[in-house]
């Protein structure tokens, strides 16, 4: 037994592993638990695909050793290359010719370029140093990828490179006559991508007068610049380039978008003022004056019903509260609004609907549709009435709609109108086939006899008694017509 025991004390003695005491010192506890450490990241930094080959270290050891832990630990504690060199001497000289790093990778990983942990060094770190560059070359690029940044390709072969966008400097064409040739190319490749791209570089390189001369005989190019300009909102390069080229009606239509950028009412209106001076096309320049006039009615209009609204004087105001100023918003928008509020004021108040249709010369069509809808949804029935009904020079009345009657009737029944009112404008539709359409579709069931026993259809009229209520006064006015 004693004997079996010194064997065990002499085999722990004899190998190269220490047993582990507690009178080891302090400092060989912390190496070992370092060492620990070490080799459990080892396992996050190699993956699993990699378990079954053997990975090695710099050192030749198999890498997760105790051995080899413990000396990646002692020689990341070392602080210079002498030190670790004299702790070499001491032990053995076969490390004595590669100074050990502090990287722990692995074959596979160092290669495949892995790099989990900021404790460990990078690729690019262990290839530079000195002691490793010998026996793990650079690894360079190839030769192929170095010709996306070479500087001799000609404008051609550049548009072409652009096209499938690859990365190119045109900072290499320095000449006028070499900046005009590679436009000419990415005019004659047909991609705007390109075509903008060029133009950025000649605007930027170039001279206006020397620009606007050469864009003068290249139209497309031209297009494409003024279209960019636009875009991005270079007001200033853009108005010189038209007034170079000579288009004072563009000139001033460009001025005159600039109103869109005014929020202030009042300076819109003075801008807008301003803009009727402006060389337009005679057609333009009625276009702005109904625009200024049109402001001015409804900073008018605007200030007034804020005020009848705010003191709660209107009636309609506080049935109907109002859900948007009417600045800025177009004329349709405002002649409805008036025929909605205002559709009973006099002529000569600038919100009365027939001043707006006076001033701005407004189509009958286009009044009587704004101001049915207007009238219909407040369900004012003697006014759509009203509306529809003309004399003519010997004084008698008839209904007239510019807008067709199907399309009032169609309008009347979205506005929940009672059966009574569709039918006596179901009955003015002119075409056979459309107002049973709708007659039928809207359950106009007097307008539907009528027109059956018009057309003295019988078999139809019998039909449709089967769709009437039983014992209705529809049911007896067809049982007469039948009869009779």
């Excluded at 064409?173 to 075509?195: M, P, W």
């Excluded at 960019?228 to 007034?243: H, I, P, V």
């Excluded at 009437?468 to 006015?477: C, H, I, L, N, T």
Aim: charge should be neutral; proline fraction near 3%; glycine fraction near 4%.
């Amino acid at each position: 037994m004693n004997r079996a025991r010194g064997d065990e004390e002499e085999y722990w003695h004899s190998s190269k592993f220490r047993a582990f005491t507690f009178d080891d010192e302090d400092d060989e506890l912390s190496q070992l638990k370092e060492s620990k450490r070490a080799v459990n990241s080892l396992r996050d930094i190699v993956d699993d695909d990699d378990d079954d080959l053997e990975r090695v270290s710099w050192s030749g050891e198999p890498v997760g050793s105790i051995s080899w832990s413990i000396k990646e630990t002692a020689s990341g504690s070392t602080s210079s290359l002498e030190g670790r060199d004299s702790s070499l001497q001491k032990g053995s000289s076969s490390y004595a010719a590669l100074p050990k790093q502090v990287s722990s990778y692995s074959l596979s990983s160092l290669f495949k370029g892995r790099n989990k942990l900021p404790s460990f060094q990078s690729l690019s770190d262990a290839l530079t140093d000195t002691g490793v560059k010998n026996y793990a070359p650079e690894l360079r690029r190839p030769k192929a990828e170095y010709k996306d940044y070479s500087s001799d390709w000609s404008p051609k072969d550049t548009v072409r490179r652009m096209q499938r966008g690859k990365v190119c400097s045109l900072e290499r064409f320095r000449s006028l006559q070499d900046k005009l040739v590679l436009l000419d190319e990415a005019v004659a490749g047909h991609d705007g991508n390109v075509i903008t791209a060029v133009l950025i570089f000649l605007k930027r390189t170039l001279r206006r007068e020397i620009l606007f001369r050469e864009l003068e005989v290249r139209q497309v190019a031209l297009c494409h610049l003024i279209h960019f300009l636009r875009e991005t909102g270079e007001q200033k390069l853009l108005l010189d380039l038209l007034r170079f080229l000579d288009r004072t009606e563009e000139v001033a239509l460009s001025q005159y978008r600039e109103h869109l950028n005014i929020q202030d009412v009042e300076k819109r209106r003075e801008f807008l003022k301003g803009c009727i001076g402006l060389p337009f096309s005679a057609e333009d320049t009625s276009h702005i004056q109904d625009h200024y006039t049109l402001l001015e009615r409804q900073i008018i209009i605007e200030a007034n019903d804020r005020h009848l609204e705010m003191a709660g004087q209107s009636e309609l105001f506080r049935k109907y509260p109002r859900k948007a100023s009417i600045l800025n918003m177009p004329l349709v928008t405002t002649l409805f609004y008036s025929c909605f509020y205002h559709y009973t004021e006099a002529e000569g108040t600038f919100s009365s609907p027939t001043n707006l249709k006076k001033t701005f010369k407004i189509p009958d069509k286009q009044y009587v549709l704004t101001a049915l809808a207007a009238r219909a949804k407040l369900r004012a029935w003697d006014d759509v009435d009203a509306l529809l009904t003309t004399k003519n020079w010997l004084g008698y009345t008839k209904k007239k709609a510019p807008i067709g009657f199907h399309r009032v009737v169609e309008m009347l029944q979205r506005n929940n109108a009672p059966v009574q009112v569709l039918q006596e404008y179901v009955r003015l539709v002119e075409d056979v086939e459309t107002r049973l359409n709708l007659a039928t579709k809207y359950k106009c069931h007097d307008v539907v006899i009528e027109t059956y026993r018009d057309l003295k259809d019988r078999i139809q009229l019998t039909a449709y008694k089967s769709k009437v209520e039983r014992g209705s006064a529809e049911e007896e006015k067809i049982n007469s017509i039948l009869n009779n």
